[in-house]
């Protein structure tokens, strides 16, 4: 079968640099990335590593945003995640665009919180002290749910990775993203298996198979690759396979004496994208899994990362088709440690199309399973899936909105087309 990415592999942008995807942000008048201003009453520290949803169509506020921050009791640390709902501003001295809370911010309360196994916190004993929340990564699933994974003190490990719907922790959040008729499966933390765990485990992700009544998969690792199945009771099988090399050879072999290191960092979660505009019909063939992942470079103490896009397969085993270059977001400075968080689908804040109508633009063959299976599994309506289902899978011409922390001390986001994100791939041997 002819490669999916065979019709991207080559750079529409004549004065594309070979190494680099160079973004500009398609939200702000000068293409510069645009800074994420947070605000909590009595707040000490810093706020860092945003996650962003868009609210849909006709809504107050345009964006819902969730940050990392932390308290301090004594010689500790408490780590935390706060929300408030953005809207667009300008700086008042320079005029550069902003996003920021339209009222002041609120701490997530997760309520009960527990400490590590004994014995389990081998590395870093203090860490099996009650560490709070960490990491935090917001998507919307294939179902439409807004889900968060997160890391906390685990279980079974020292520091594990853990899932929740987000409108079981926010007031109001159900209503206002317009999702009462979409379950909600996740109504308490739940803690994510893996088979062998690592005594810290961070940044995992989802991946749904869109022809398997989109089964949900949590992806470990690249290097070795690592994935299985979310399920909910005792059995677990892990799927591993040595990853391509194409994304091996980022890999830098750096000999001990310069003191530098280099290694595979996993960023975002997934999205769907059909590797055409709409309204080209999105089968098995044109449609792809994409997700931001990190070379996480160090040099003694100085910490930061190139960022990629690696293109899968939308099917399990979610095999590895290609990567991009080096992203570069316009605005950033590259002495500065940029850390890609999260990525979502922006169709109601910048529409480029009517919605998807099976009447007027025919059957989708990715979806079918989807529409038969799933709906009847979730007691859903199959429209109502479909039009969820939405949040997750887009178009080239559809606008994503990518989220990053920057220097764990401020943040920013980027708006570009799915086009632009995924130009001069390279595809895998």
């Not at 065979?6 to 500009?24: E, G, I, R, T």
């Not at 001295?93 to 196994?117: K, N, R, Y």
Request: charged fraction near 20%.
């Amino acid at each position: 079968m002819k490669n999916p990415l065979s019709k991207l592999a080559y750079c529409s942008n004549p004065d594309m640099h070979p190494k680099s995807n160079f973004l500009l942000n398609r939200a702000t008048p000068d293409g510069s990335m645009a800074r994420v201003r947070f605000e909590l009453k009595n707040a000490k520290f810093p706020f860092y590593n945003p996650n962003i949803l868009p609210y849909p169509a006709g809504s107050e506020y345009p964006y819902f945003g969730l940050v990392r921050t932390k308290s301090k009791s004594k010689s500790m640390y408490h780590h935390e995640l706060a929300y408030c709902d953005l809207k667009w501003a300008e700086t008042a001295v320079i005029g550069h665009t902003v996003l920021e809370c339209a009222e002041p911010g609120m701490q997530l309360d997760f309520g009960e919180e527990w400490t590590s196994p004994d014995g389990s916190c081998v590395k870093h004993s203090f860490l099996a002290l009650a560490q709070g929340q960490t990491d935090p990564r917001l998507f919307f699933s294939a179902l439409g749910e807004p889900l968060m994974i997160f890391g906390t003190n685990g279980h079974h490990n020292c520091l594990g990775q853990f899932i929740v719907d987000l409108r079981v922790l926010v007031p109001g959040f159900d209503k206002k993203m317009h999702l009462s008729k979409v379950p909600i499966r996740y109504p308490r933390l739940t803690e994510i298996p893996r088979v062998d765990l690592e005594e810290l485990e961070k940044n995992w992700f989802l991946m749904y198979d869109p022809l398997d009544s989109n089964k949900e998969y949590v992806h470990y690792d690249y290097l070795n690759r690592d994935f299985s199945p979310l399920i909910n009771d005792s059995s677990l099988t892990t799927s591993r396979s040595s990853s391509r090399s194409i994304v091996d050879n980022l890999l830098v072999d750096y000999s001990e004496s310069t003191k530098s290191a280099n290694d595979i960092h996993q960023a975002t979660n997934s999205l769907l994208v059909t590797l055409c505009d709409f309204p080209c019909i999105p089968t098995i063939h044109n449609t792809v899994l994409i997700e931001i992942v990190h070379l996480k470079l160090m040099h003694s103490l100085t910490l930061y990362y190139r960022r990629y896009v690696v293109v899968m397969n939308a099917t399990a085993p979610f095999e590895i088709l290609g990567r991009t270059e080096n992203l570069m977001y316009a605005g950033t400075s590259l002495t500065e440690m940029v850390y890609t968080v999260s990525m979502v689908w922006d169709k109601d804040n910048f529409a480029g199309h009517e919605p998807w109508n099976e009447k007027i633009h025919g059957g989708q063959e990715i979806w079918f399973a989807l529409k038969t299976n799933r709906a009847a599994t979730n007691s859903m309506s199959a429209d109502s899936l479909m039009d969820s289902s939405n949040l997750y899978h887009g178009w080239l011409n559809d606008m994503v909105l990518i989220n990053f922390g920057i220097k764990d001390s401020d943040s920013g986001c980027i708006h570009v087309r799915a086009r632009e994100l995924l130009d001069c791939i390279r595809l895998a041997d």
